[in-house]
T-cell receptor, first 118, second 113 residues
Framework: AQKITQTQPGMFVQEKEAVTLDCTYD???????LFWYKQPSSGEMIFLIY??????QNATEGRYSLNFQKARKSANLVISASQLGDSAMYFC???????????????FGQGTILTVHP | KAGVTQTPRYLIKTRGQQVTLSCSPI?????VSWYQQTPGQGLQFLFE???????NKGNFPGRFSGRQFSNSRSEMNVSTLELGDSALYLC????????????FGPGTRLTVL
């Protein structure tokens, strides 16, 4: 069963506007972490933001915020004031902590290609 | 602080050959994980090393192996290359086993002809 689902293969946004990238996840663990990474065409995965399952506040990092809705198992990324340099592939990922054997293993979604128009 | 470095950045091999990829983690990071990225399968976890020991392994055949050295640098090896092994291989480092955030390197793009 797919654990991370990103339903938007591609998204378009106008420069300076906000955009939301969707991510839903599936886990039976109570303790887990959710991550968003950005992958430009160069290939490097750039860490953007992290949300722990027990964090009560939504995570924010500069122009990035994570809209965490635990009951709905969603962890959407919101990018405010989009810039041309935000054009890239965005991945949602999850790490499950319970069981002791998952350690650093990240499970990734299929990604969303974001294109920012001037 | 320097980021994660991977060498080589690009590699072309033929079927049946073997290949070794190298990863140097961020200074002070002791855990290294490897991922394979392909258009068809997306990003898949290969294995994780900490204190020179493999701590976790993904669902890959035994042709894929790795190791970690005392300075935390890691190598992964793929023997008897197949066309399907063509991929971007990404290395990620984190402070310790189970640490929250993994930081990725630029990847090694392997092409198998």
């Amino acid at each position: 069963a797919q654990k991370i689902t990103q339903t938007q293969p591609g998204m378009f946004v106008q420069e300076k506007e906000a955009v939301t990238l969707d991510c839903t996840y599936d886990t039976s663990d109570q303790s887990y972490g959710l991550f968003w990474y950005k992958q430009p065409s160069s290939g490097e995965m750039i860490f953007l933001i992290y949300q722990g399952s027990y964090d009560e506040q939504n995570a924010t990092e500069g122009r990035y915020s994570l809209n965490f809705q635990k009951a709905r198992k969603s962890a959407n990324l919101v990018i405010s004031a989009s810039q041309l340099g935000d054009s890239a592939m965005y991945f949602c990922a999850m790490r499950e902590y319970a069981g002791g054997t998952s350690y650093g293993k990240l499970t990734f979604g299929q990604g969303t290609i974001l294109t920012v128009h001037p | 602080k320097a980021g994660v470095t991977q060498t080589p950045r690009y590699l072309i091999k033929t079927r049946g050959q073997q290949v070794t990829l190298s990863c140097s983690p961020i200074s002070g990071h002791r855990s290294v994980s490897w991922y394979q990225q392909t258009p068809g399968q997306g990003l898949q976890f290969l294995f994780e090393y900490f204190s020179e020991t493999q701590r976790n392994k993904g669902n890959f055949p035994g042709r894929f192996s790795g190791r970690q050295f005392s300075n935390s640098r890691s190598e992964m090896n793929v023997s008897t290359l197949e066309l399907g092994d063509s991929a971007l291989y990404l290395c990620a480092s984190s402070l310790a086993l189970g640490a929250d955030t993994q930081y990725f390197g630029p990847g090694t793009r392997l092409t198998v002809l």
